[in-house]
């Protein structure tokens, strides 16, 4: 079992930058692949990034390619996702969710994460 904690989020102007982090407690965090989706009102879960945890991988949707970027730190148990270029339509609660699986092209899936964090809110203002 493994316990998930969102930190950094908050509110922020279009253009903007922030990085949100995800700590992990419980078992060998280097052995889970780690996701971060989000999900704004009204509307379901989407994946945002991936990263795996057999050769550090990532995944990417398209709308957040070449502004996110997944990264993890396996001797302080945490994954990061730095968000550039921030747009309101990134406005969304974000989780970050693990699995012990070795994601490839089903990362993008909900299904494939056992564990799931409480969520932090990104506001993005135009």
């Known amino acids: 079992q493994v316990q998930l904690i969102e930190s950094g989020g908050g509110s922020v102007q279009a253009g903007g930058s922030l990085r949100l982090s995800c700590a992990a407690f419980?078992?060998?965090?280097?052995?889970?692949?780690m996701g971060w989706f989000r999900q704004a009102p009204g509307k379901q879960r989407d994946f945002v990034a991936a990263i795996r945890n057999i050769d550090g991988s990532t995944y990417y949707d398209d709308s957040v390619k070449g502004r996110f970027t997944i990264s993890r730190d396996n001797a302080e148990n945490t994954v990061y996702l730095q968000m550039n270029t921030l747009k309101p339509e990134d406005t969304a609660v974000y989780y970050c969710?693990?699995?012990?699986?070795?994601?490839?092209?089903?990362?993008?899936?909900?299904?494939?994460?056992?564990?799931w964090g409480q969520g932090t809110q990104v506001t993005v203002s135009s």
């Open positions: 419980g078992r060998t965090f280097s052995s889970y692949s």
């Open positions: 969710a693990a699995t012990r699986r070795i994601i490839g092209g089903s990362a993008n899936s909900r299904y494939e994460y056992e564990h």
